[in-house]
């Protein structure tokens, strides 16, 4: 890949991770004003539809891209990516911004062990040393025993990593399919499953809060375009380590928004998770395996 795809990759990437960042700092936003789990879900999927049909018109095919014999694959990732997404939202709701953003670095770990534990993938006793190191770090920002974490918020951040890595396997079988086939047949078959619940929690809100809502499906429909785009101009272990700027942008959120700092504690814990995390990515890179972490781990 030249140079200049390359960094245009990255500068993707970096728009990206602004943009989830920033989809969870609504989502944080509207929850606080009234807003159920039901009704961000569903605005983020809805509000979503109309920019991934776009991108979806907009490259080769046209809508002719959406033909698939691939339904109960894309069925088996909208389910898994659904569950994923419920313990993702649940995870900025229950927790500061900048926690639930940490823990989503633990993705390439998870990928690590279900790669092992489930795909029978041989693991190194150097990639098992970033594992172990991953989870000091998680023990150190989730701080056992104290009592201004909650451990439950805890569990729910780890668990949407765990799906996000999982997604990310069951990705490879998809891996044909263009990026925006795969996008949409996401959307779409998890929306009537969201619409169920919102239903019952339909409400009132003002417009400010309306906009809040739409505004979820809009930037993190844009968010995966970003990412699509980024993993298509550069390696995975150039656009990865863009990711943990994530962790500023969660800071300066949570700061601005709800007047919350992240704990010292996970200041120290994060920089373990995102070495391990980064050296699972070069180590999967170096040996020339297919990459466990999806590149776009978002959806």
């Known amino acids: 890949m030249t140079g200049d795809r390359v960094l245009?990759?990255?500068?993707?990437?970096?728009?990206?991770?602004?943009?989830?960042?920033?989809m969870s700092a609504l989502i944080k936003l509207a929850e606080s004003h009234g807003a159920t789990l039901s009704e961000t879900m569903f605005f983020r999927q809805f509000c979503a539809l109309p920019i991934v049909l776009a991108f979806v018109m907009a490259g080769p095919g046209g809508l002719r891209a959406l033909r698939t014999t691939r339904l109960k694959g894309h069925a088996t990732r909208a389910m898994i990516g659904l569950v994923g997404m419920v313990f993702t939202f649940?995870?900025?709701?229950?927790?500061?911004?900048?926690?639930?953003?940490?823990?989503?670095?633990?993705?390439?770990?998870?990928?690590?062990?279900?790669?092992?534990?489930?795909?029978?993938?041989?693991?190194g006793l150097q990639r098992w040393s970033a594992v172990l190191l991953g989870f000091v770090g998680v023990l150190i920002v989730v701080r056992p025993g104290a009592n201004d974490m909650s451990l439950f918020g805890a569990f729910v951040g780890l668990m949407?990593?765990?799906?996000?890595?999982?997604?990310?396997?069951?990705?490879?079988?998809?891996?044909?399919?263009?990026?925006?086939?795969t996008v949409f047949y996401f959307t779409v078959l998890t929306l009537p499953f969201i619409a169920v619940p919102y239903a019952f929690h339909v409400q009132g809100h003002s417009a400010f809060i309306w906009a809040v809502l739409a505004s979820i499906g809009v930037v993190g429909g844009l968010a995966q375009l970003a990412l699509t785009a980024a993993s298509r101009l550069a390696?995975?272990?150039?656009?990865?380590?863009?990711?943990?700027?994530?962790?500023?942008?969660?800071?300066?959120?949570?700061?601005?928004?709800?007047?919350?700092?992240?704990?010292?504690?996970?200041?120290?814990?994060?920089?373990?998770i995102i070495a391990s995390g980064l050296f699972i990515v070069w180590r999967e890179q170096r040996l020339g395996k297919r990459q466990?972490?999806?590149?776009?781990?978002?959806d």
Do not use: H
């Open 292 to 298: 466990t972490i999806s590149a776009t781990a978002e």
């Open 90 to 123: 649940g995870a900025v709701i229950l927790l500061p911004l900048a926690e639930a953003t940490t823990f989503q670095f633990t993705v390439p770990i998870f990928a690590t062990l279900l790669g092992a534990l489930v795909l029978g993938e041989r693991t």
């Open 8 to 22: 245009k990759g990255i500068g993707l990437r970096l728009i990206a991770i602004f943009f989830l960042s920033t």
């Open 235 to 272: 390696p995975v272990t150039a656009v990865v380590p863009m990711d943990y700027t994530g962790l500023i942008w969660a800071t300066v959120y949570g700061w601005a928004m709800f007047g919350v700092l992240p704990a010292s504690t996970t200041w120290a814990g994060a920089p373990l």
């Open 160 to 181: 949407a990593a765990m799906f996000v890595a999982i997604v990310a396997i069951v990705l490879r079988q998809l891996r044909d399919e263009p990026a925006g086939t």
